[in-house]
């Protein structure tokens, strides 16, 4: 059994900092890309995010030089420190893992966590 879960978020005002991180855990072999995804009210899914295994990292151009995602892979756990944040950051942030069990790469995501930036 595999699980992906956040921790952190919360509210803040704009301007202010936040962070966020994510943890797989269970019976994982490898994980390949680990991801940052927002949704906002009324919006599509973003992805904001992605960090490789080997440390390669995109941003959305929205984020960039604003946030800055990291990885521990000794602990299987990705985090998300946010700075400057806007009120149009305000969204539920998933964290997604591409994790190898059983010889295959399925796709896990965590159940979200809110994030919300007062104006």
């Known amino acids: 059994q595999v699980q992906v879960q956040e921790s952190g978020g919360g509210l803040v005002q704009a301007v202010g900092s936040l962070s966020v991180s994510c943890v797989a855990s269970g019976k994982i072999f490898s994980i390949n890309d680990m991801d940052w995804y927002r949704q906002a009210p009324g919006k599509q899914h973003e992805l904001v995010a992605t960090?490789?295994?080997?440390?390669?990292?995109t941003y959305v151009d929205s984020v960039k030089c604003r946030f800055t995602i990291s990885r521990d892979n000794a602990k299987n756990t990705i985090y998300l420190h946010m700075n400057s944040l806007k009120p149009e950051d305000t969204a539920v942030y998933y964290c997604?893992?591409?994790?190898?069990?059983?010889?295959?790469?399925?796709?896990?995501w965590g159940q979200g966590i809110q994030v919300t930036v007062s104006s």
């Open positions: 960090i490789t295994k080997a440390g390669s990292i």
């Open positions: 997604h893992a591409e994790i190898l069990l059983d010889l295959k790469w399925h796709d896990y």
